[in-house]
Antibody
Framework: VQVEQSGAEVKPPGSTVRISCKVS????????LHWIKQAPGKGLEWMGL????????VYAERFQGRLTITADTSLDTAYMELSSLTSEDTALYYC???????????WGQGTMVIVSS | DILMTQSPLSLPVTPGEPASISCRSS???????????LDWYLQKPGQPPQLLIY???NRASGVPDRFNGSGSGTSFTLKITRVEAEDVGVYYC?????????FGQGTKVEIK
């Protein structure tokens, strides 16, 4: 099982970043795909999830309105798009897949996003 | 949102000695299926978090049996029976009973 994220990004304030997360080695539609933020030197913050089976998503309230998480079953890939970037969005972003009840839990390597003019 | 509170936030440990981390939730993590949806993760420096314990007390694949999780409702504990040097890092509890998922602040374990 592999979870491969796209590379680091440097974005100006006010712009939008899109990160991809490609999975392999299991059935993509079997588990939700979560996105987790980790600001420099800080803890883990859950952002939202997508159900690849129906592309339905759930977002943390503080990201509502500027976060979009989607899944493309033809590519076994999920995407996280965050708009209206500020310096507070500078962080490492992880995708994570797995179930809550069977111990299957895989994380991507993380994608660093730096918001800077 | 469910608030997760860990203690201590910093834990110096001696190799070979036991260690314990507490995690409390602002609401019960007991689901209708009878399980408490509480997971424990370890994040080693420069790595993504790795699952140690799921559903309160089940070790993930490959996790040594010196790691033990217990608890129910709103109070949970991760115990390491004999700490080894490779156990250093930041430990997080996470509730998985509802969205948004929420994490504890993290407990940094380091060798004395």
């Amino acid at each position: 099982v592999q979870v491969e994220q796209s590379g680091a990004e440097v974005k100006p304030p006010g712009s939008t970043v899109r990160i991809s997360c490609k999975v392999s080695g299991y059935t993509f539609t079997e588990y939700y795909l979560h996105w987790i933020k980790q600001a420099p030197g800080k803890g883990l913050e859950w952002m939202g999830l997508v159900d690849p089976e129906d592309d339905g998503s759930v977002y943390a309230e503080r990201f509502q309105g500027r976060l979009t998480i989607t899944a493309d079953t033809s590519l076994d890939t999920a995407y996280m798009e965050l708009s209206s970037l500020t310096s507070e969005d500078t962080a490492l972003y992880y995708c994570r897949t797995g179930g809550s009840t069977n111990g299957f839990d895989m994380w991507g390597q993380g994608t660093m996003v730096i918001v800077s003019s | 949102d469910i608030l997760m509170t860990q203690s201590p936030l910093s834990l110096p440990v001696t190799p070979g000695e036991p260690a314990s981390i507490s995690c409390r939730s602002s609401q019960s993590l007991l689901y209708s299926d009878g399980y408490n949806y509480l997971d424990w993760y370890l994040q080693k420096p420069g790595q993504p978090p790795q699952l140690l314990i799921y559903l309160t007390s089940n070790r993930a694949s490959g996790v040594p049996d010196r790691f033990n999780g217990s608890g129910s409702g709103t109070s949970f504990t991760l115990k390491i029976t004999r700490v080894e040097a490779e156990d250093v890092g930041v430990y997080y509890c996470m509730q998985a009973v509802q969205t948004p998922r929420t994490f504890g602040q993290g407990t940094k374990v380091e060798i004395k």
